[in-house]
């Protein structure tokens, strides 16, 4: 059973005090209520709220808030377990990107005016943009508008457990902060545990400076992988990289706190991007590799008040939740995608494995079809899952996003050799028709299982409608056969039911593809991505044929990572350096 931790009463007292250095006791916010019913509030998206009826805890026991001991109901000021769909809203941030693929929906989605389809022809490399610095590069880069001064900043983290926050005009160093040094591991694509995932910036002005606050994930421990003591969350002003009041926080006192067997914090790895959902962050954790001992967390961390925490791990060994894009959210928590369980899983589906689950509060899963889905397909004595099992084809190697078609909200998830399901947001499932078709969704097998796909899934609007793009190696199912590497595009048709068909492909990407569109409403959609010889490749949203081929490469580029999109510049994260290009 899901175990949740809360950190609050005397039913909590002992694990706070030995295990959390003294976090002082409190109920989890939007996980505690009196009814059964949550407002979603933000984002369009509102909650069920499960049944109201007691949470409990691994042994059965009921986990009790901090005010009088009434049972913990998933329920609350945040929403419920359960979403009713519609549009998300995105807050409007200026040009700012604060997160991986610029919005908690992962959608990658850009509005750009002057990045018309005309202009980009003549895009080429900003020679006039010099963003060095120190160290190796697996995070996507994030820009803040209103850095020091009141200059724009981008903001880029090393796997040396360095931070750099550059200048937007012509990238020179506005201020470097390191909090290394960062354990070893056993070498690629992970040599060194330091800030490996993608931070997360929260935009309000903090009291104590007046600037933004950047959350991101390092390593802590000696110099080797085996003898690291875990990791930890911190806080950095954006005026200067400091550490604010009250943290950093120790992501791995909260795992020891869960207490199941085996768990070896060392084996934990963090690469998923971060995310911020309603003034939580959420933190994604993997294994670094098999058959090492590890489980899939979201660990869960109240940014007002860092005391108060949780987490979700899954119940099975292995499960990971360790692509590079994290979570997905449409508003009510977060959603994550599991991969393959340790040993094959069985032959029923029992634990948490090849799943896509919704997590909501600080780590809680109601553990209801309509939080849950995995894939059996139309042969039950042989099901998807288990296909995915055996031959490591984990469905959380690549990143949910999410897709607005028809005034819903729906989620895509694809598997490593090709299972594409998109989900309805407000019902998941639990599982599919045993044809792959999830209640209210829809399927498409997109490759045969030679496809290894590891990538952080988008979603843009274009002039013929909704799309789903992402980038694959050793496809075979385009319309005109596949490549070494390709991005694909599948059109999503508003239902009931939605329908998805695979419209183009385009060759040769590097990294997970990002869009833009020059209205917001699919005018001039442009998709966007890094290929193997490290050049900016854009190509046309409705068809995939080549409009922008900009001169310039940026060595160094990381596959996992994507580009970002800030004022009429195309932004790449690489080894040592940032890269730009721009129509002239």
Known sequence: MNKRLVLCGATCLSLTTLLLGGLSCSSSPGAVGGG???????????????????????GGNLMTDAGGGNPMTDSGSMGGATGTGGSVVI????????????????????TEPTLTKAAVKTMAMDMAFKATFTG????????????????????AVTT???????????????????????????????????????????????????FATIYVVGGIGTSNMMTTMGSELHALSAKDGSERAGWPVSITKIQMAMAFPGFVPSQAAQRGSLQLVNGIVYVPYGGYYDPRGYRG????????????????????????????????SDGNGVIAV?????????????????????????GVLTRT???????????????????????????????PAIVAVGGKNY???????????????????????????????????VSNDGMQSHTALASYTSSTGAHITFETKNEAGCPAGGGASTVMSVAVSPGPPPTMKLVWCAPGSETSPISTTSDGKGADSIVWFINAANALVGVDGDTGAAVANPTGACMGVRGWTSPIAVKGRIISGADGHLCAWKPM
């Open 91 to 110: 807050p409007e941030t200026g040009a700012s990107v604060l997160t991986r693929n610029g919005h908690i929906t992962r959608d990658g989605y850009f």
């Open 160 to 210: 040396n457990k360095d931070i750099f926050a550059l200048d937007e005009t012509d990238g020179h160093i506005v201020w470097m902060k390191s909090y290394g040094p960062a354990p070893k591991t056993t070498g690629s694509p992970v040599p060194l545990a330091g800030f490996n995932g993608t931070p997360v910036i929260d935009s309000a002005k903090d009291p104590a400076d007046g």
């Open 297 to 328: 967390w979201v660990v869960a961390i109240n940014t007002a008040d860092p005391t108060k925490a949780g987490a979700f791990v899954t119940m099975g060994d292995g499960e990971g939740i360790w692509s590079s894009g994290g979570t997905a």
């Open 338 to 362: 599991t991969g393959n369980t340790l040993g094959g899983g069985g032959g029923t589906h029992s634990t948490d494995g090849e799943s896509v689950l919704r997590i909501t509060g600080l």
């Open 36 to 58: 059964t019913t949550g407002s979603g509030g933000h984002n369009g998206s509102s909650g069920t709220g499960g049944s109201g009826s007691p949470m409990t805890d691994g």
């Open 411 to 445: 989620v895509a998830a694809l598997s490593k050799n090709g299972h594409l399901f998109l989900l309805d947001a407000a019902n998941f499932g639990g599982t599919d028709d045993m044809n792959g078709i999830p209640v209210g969704g829809a399927y498409l097998r």
């Open 136 to 155: 190796n590069m697996m995070a996507s880069p994030l820009y803040l508008e209103q850095g020091p001064g009141g200059t724009g900043i981008f903001i």
């Open 369 to 399: 079809p309509a939080n849950m889905f995995y894939p059996i397909g139309a042969t039950p004595a042989n099901p998807i899952w288990q296909q995915m099992d055996k031959a490591d084809n984990d469905f959380g190697s690549n990143s």
